[in-house]
């Protein structure tokens, strides 16, 4: 299992804003993934990259790994305040997914 | 499609009572299913995945148990419930290490 740490812990923005959010981890891994949560919600996958990737797009979303410092960031661009939610980082070797805190993202319209 | 199911969305039960939460798959067979609990404004917390049928990992200590019975059934059950109990509890069906989630139970312990 594998566990990821989000940074920072919340994070508040003017909508059309850019939001920034940072994971860390500590041993290798296969894959990273970020996964969003709606307040009082299940979890939503965004996007899965994997460790021989160093950038991957989705919409507005752009997700880096940067595998020797063991870290990934999840950019969104333009930020609606739809994007309000709080977002998570497990990594994975195995099908257990560890989660951490999660970044608590607020849009402000 | 595969699909996962989890009820009831919300919970009110009195301390001492019994727990009973159901989360079925649809679509796939032979899924690792999980069970997380997350309490207010935190991550979320591993309580138990399984791998086949009567199969049950627990990770953590707790008041809480789970069985499978069916291949694509997993419940989350407590013989008596406590105050600390109370949180969202979440069934997730991993594959390929991406997991899908249901949409949640809400469980207040008064």
């Known amino acids: 299992s594998q566990q990821g740490e989000e940074d920072p812990q919340a994070l508040s923005i003017q909508e059309g804003e850019n939001a920034t959010m940072n994971c860390s981890y500590k041993?290798?891994?296969?894959?990273l993934q970020w996964y969003r949560q709606n307040s009082g919600r299940g979890l939503v996958h965004l996007i899965l990259?994997?460790?021989?990737?160093r950038e991957k797009h989705s919409g507005r979303l752009r997700v880096t790994l940067d595998t020797s410092k063991k870290s990934s960031s999840l950019l969104i661009t333009a930020s609606r305040a739809a994007d309000t939610a709080s977002y998570f980082c497990p990594a994975g070797n195995t099908g257990k997914l560890i989660f951490g805190q999660g970044t608590t993202l607020q849009v402000k319209p | 499609s595969q699909t996962i199911h989890q009820w009831p969305a919300t919970l009110v039960q009195p301390v001492g009572s019994p727990l009973s939460l159901e989360c079925t798959v649809e679509g796939t067979s032979n899924p690792n299913l999980y069970w997380y609990r997350q309490a207010a404004g935190r991550g979320l917390q591993l309580l138990f995945y399984?791998?086949?049928?009567?199969?049950i990992s627990s990770e953590v200590p707790q008041n809480l148990s789970a069985s499978r019975p069916q291949d694509r059934q997993f419940i989350l059950s407590s013989k008596k419930l406590l105050l600390s109990d109370s949180g969202f509890y979440l069934c997730a069906w991993i594959i390929n290490t991406e997991a899908f989630f249901g949409q949640g139970t809400r469980l207040t312990v008064v």
């Open positions: 990259i994997r460790s021989n990737e």
């Open positions: 399984s791998v086949g049928i009567g199969q």
């Open positions: 041993t290798s891994i296969n894959n």
